[in-house]
């Protein structure tokens, strides 16, 4: 019998599925699905580096260096979207590659709070640039795409359209990935980095290409947040606080799947979203209520919910 | 001349002050290693609880004075009260989980009580004035300063050396080393880890509460003050090195005095000194200034 990646065929299926899907979305499904989309993405940068053991505490260096990138070039006179998107994610991996030589020395809380100290002179930069708003930002017009200009909801319909496609095929490869040498040696890593030394493979490299990765998928995902929302503002964009709610989706959602890194941003989103509706005094603490919740019962993630489901279902037959 | 009395001294005001938010974060960590977020909270709770009590103390007829007991019966109340709960009712359970974990429940709870003050005291900014104007001015040269903000070098000298000593000089504080150098050979021995881990735990609340209660009068208390806090404490502690009183210490005179000059030579960098000084130092020595390296696993 010919092997059958259940993920692939998942990722595909609800990708297709997403795909007709948005053609019929009301506009604030929409809406949340794309701030999904993106946090994603951010969150899946943040799984490949975890699968080493290493949590940064300060993406949102590389989502706010995109979404700032994406947003300045805008100013410029630029609005296509795949040259604003390619451009964030471009300058985004640039960044990370250069960071990465000082960063891959760096273990444990080291690790994290030195990310969260590099995050936060790119927030210290931004407020204190009157050119680019300080702490109000600057709005962001609707893109193009290849020429073809959409108005009204259709700019929306397109743009998650184009995310949609870029997220399936980052996701698929990212997947792929993990089942190659390099991508099975993060685990190794994380378990003994000296015996993965012996074995004649470097560890700094290993956590080096993580490192360029996540920052790239973390510029894509900040570029494709200042197109969807049209704004940019250093508190929702590159304060440290940013940073905890992509490590919080990275928990909420677990390591063991790429899937579960969207299953995981949407529930953010949509926790984060009734809560400011229903809420809007209560949102903090409803999030960090149900952040706390799933540390202390859902230890691994929403996605053990579905191997323990998978187990509860095999354990009784013979 | 006068620019760098001036930076020194506003330097030092602002270093005794990051001392006093940063010491409470660095004794949690030095003991139990734990990273703990919600340190900015109880910061944030000091300086509500203390702006609240002394606005109340002044309205009575009670002696003009003991509006200092009040900010730091505040502390205290404050930094007793959290402390127990968080330690008994949230952190023990997680003692045995990865280390990143423990700091996102920290951050989970920090989330929780900054909506937790905005339900007690709303978006309202709150005053407390009356200590500092009790003090009044004093003249260094031409510049004229409150008593008030410079009793904080004071405070945290007190502060410094009253921990130091506690450390080294006492029963309490040789135990407190033997659980830091080994928690389950201290165990064996016979030390309560349990009531070392909670005590230590409440001394840093109360400090950072103190923190809190103590610049009160000097500032607007309002929403937000939490979330600042707890980056430059971060940033202080691991310039120092976690978990060490001196590193503490020069780290908040490092950051302290260089915001002091970037404010008064090139005010449009004041944010990012700091960080870049937290950069620069860990690029050079990754454990900070004073850690003691750590013995690695193979």
Known sequence: MRYIDKTVVGLTIAFLALLFADFFMAEWMRFIGLQSLARGTVALGLLVLWRTGLVSFGHALYFGFGAYAAAMLTLLGYHDAFFLVFA???????????????LRRYRAIFFALLNMAFSMILYGVIVKTEALGSTDGFSVLAPTFL??????EAVQTTLFLFTLVFTYLITLSVHLYLKTTL?????????????VE?????????????????????????????LAIGQVDPDSMANWTVSGEF??????????????????????ELIRTYAFEYAPQFWQFILGGSLLAIIMFLPDGIWSVLSRLRKAEKAPSP | MLTLIAILVDGLIYSSYLFMVAVGLTVIFGVMKILNVTHGSFYAFGAYMSATLVGIYYQTDLPEFGGFLVIFGAALIVGVFFGVILERGLLRFLYHRDEHIIVLATFAMFLVLEDVLLMIWGTDPYYATEPMGLLGFIDIEVLSYDVYR???????????????????????GKVLLAVIFDREISQAMGVNVTVVFLVTFVIGSILGALGGAYIAPTISVSPGIGVEVIVLAFAVVVIGGMGSIPGAMIGS??????????????PEIELFVIYAIMAAVLAFRPEGLFAPAQARKI
């Open chain 2, 150 to 172: 410079l009793s904080f070098i004071a405070l945290a000298v007190v502060v410094g050396l009253g921990l130091w000593l506690g450390l080294t000089r006492t029963k309490w």
């Open chain 1, 198 to 226: 012996y074995l004649g493979y470097s560890a700094e490299k290993v956590i080096h290409v993580k490192y360029v990765f996540s920052g790239l998928v973390a510029g894509f995902g900040g570029a494709i947040m200042a």
């Open chain 1, 147 to 152: 020429g073809y200009a959409p108005e009204g």
């Open chain 2, 253 to 266: 005179l490092l950051v302290g005095i260089s915001r002091a000059a970037a404010v008064h030579q090139f």
């Open chain 1, 183 to 195: 991508g099975g040696m993060s685990m190794a890593v994380r378990e003994n980095e000296i015996r």
């Open chain 1, 88 to 102: 964030g994610t471009l300058v985004a991996g640039l960044l990370a590659f250069l960071l990465g030589f000082l």
């Open chain 1, 247 to 268: 490590v919080f989706i990275t928990i909420l959602s677990g390591i063991g799947n790429v899937a579960a890194t969207f299953i995981g941003a949407l529930v953010f």
